[in-house]
Every structure is written in structure tokens, then in C-alpha cells.
């Protein structure tokens, strides 16, 4: 039985970056599937009384020597977003808006490669739009079911879902009930997958 990699995510997470450009290799090379859980990483942080790694300096530093180690390591191309921290509570909205759309795939590799090669403030609307034109999705409507209740609703509720699941933190991966946390366990969950 094909085996499912739950993926969750926040496009202001570098991390979450650095895994969603390896997992689509990984799971066809184990005839998974990869389910993108987007989530609201401040709703996680606030639920697990969790912190950015950049709240603590010296953590902090050593995170963006890691992140761009691995960049390398895995030939992935990432530039550190001078705008960071973003706030994401649009994208991720938008991100389920592009679920009931079937865009979700198109809509996860304009803006994780606009706030993570581009270096673009995704938090402006106007920087959004333009990215989400170029990308040729459906702007106007993308925006206007991220405001519905449905979406907004959807959205805390995943957030809610992932923390009662146990996420702390972005990336996180599931293969079935086993848990894996950051972009460096991806030898765990092909493992996982492998069983």
C-alpha cells in the first residue's frame, strides 16, 4: 500500500523551504504521496510556547551557516529573505484558497521561490499580486477566498489540528504516526517509508 508524507509547512520558515524542495525526489523515489498541511507558524510558536531559533543570537547565527551548508550540500538555490520575519497570514490563507482551487502546486512554488531566491517582502500585497501574476494563477480570485470564513476557519483549524498533534515547529513531516521535525530528518522519513 503507497504510503503518504504529511507535510507541514509555513512559507516563512526557510527550513520549510529547504524540505518542500527535496520531498517531491524523495517520495517518487518511494512511491509516496506528499500531503502539504499548510499551517500558520506564529499560531504554533503561541500554542507551544515556542520560539523563532532566531530569538536566541548565538542559535540564530549558527542556523544560517547550517541552512546554507545544507542549501549547498543539496544544490538548492536560497538566498536569506532581508525581510524576515515576514508575516505570512495572507500566503498561508492564500495557500488554501489554491487547495480549493487545485493550485496548490503552482501557488507553493511561486511563493516559497519568491521569499526564498527572490528575497521578496511577501508580506505586501502589491509585491503578492505582481508575483502571483507572473506565476500566471488566478490573483483576484486567490485573494477573495482567502478572506472567506471558510478559509480563514480552515487555516485555524489546521494550525489547532497540528499543535493537538504534537508540531511544535516548521517543518514538520509525518509517515503515518511517526513524526520527524526539520529539513535534516529526510534519511528518517525515507527510512520511515522504506518499512
Known sequence: MPKNVEFYYDFGSPTSYLAYK????????H????????VLLGGIFKATNNVPP??????????????AR????????????PNFPLNTLTLMRCAFAAITMNKID??????????????KNMGDLDILKATLDDANLPTEELLERAQTEMVKTA??????????????????LFVGDEMFFGQDRMEFVAEALSQ
Not at 512511491?31 to 499548510?38: C, D, F, G, H, R
Not at 487555516?155 to 514538520?172: I, M, N, Q, S, Y
Open 70 to 81: 545544507f542549501a549547498r550540500r543539496h544544490d538548492i538555490k536560497m538566498r536569506f529573505n
Open 106 to 119: 503552482e501557488y507553493n512554488q511561486a511563493v516559497f521561490n519568491a521569499v526564498w531566491v527572490a528575497e
Open 155 to 172: 487555516l485555524k483549524d489546521a494550525t489547532t489540528a497540528a499543535v493537538e498533534r504534537g508540531v511544535f515547529g516548521c517543518p514538520t
Open 31 to 38: 512511491n509516496a504521496e506528499l500531503v502539504l498541511k499548510p
Open 54 to 67: 532566531g530569538a536566541v543570537p548565538a542559535k540564530g547565527r549558527y542556523m544560517l551557516n547550517d541552512m
Open 22 to 29: 527535496r520531498l517531491p525526489e524523495l517520495c517518487k523515489k
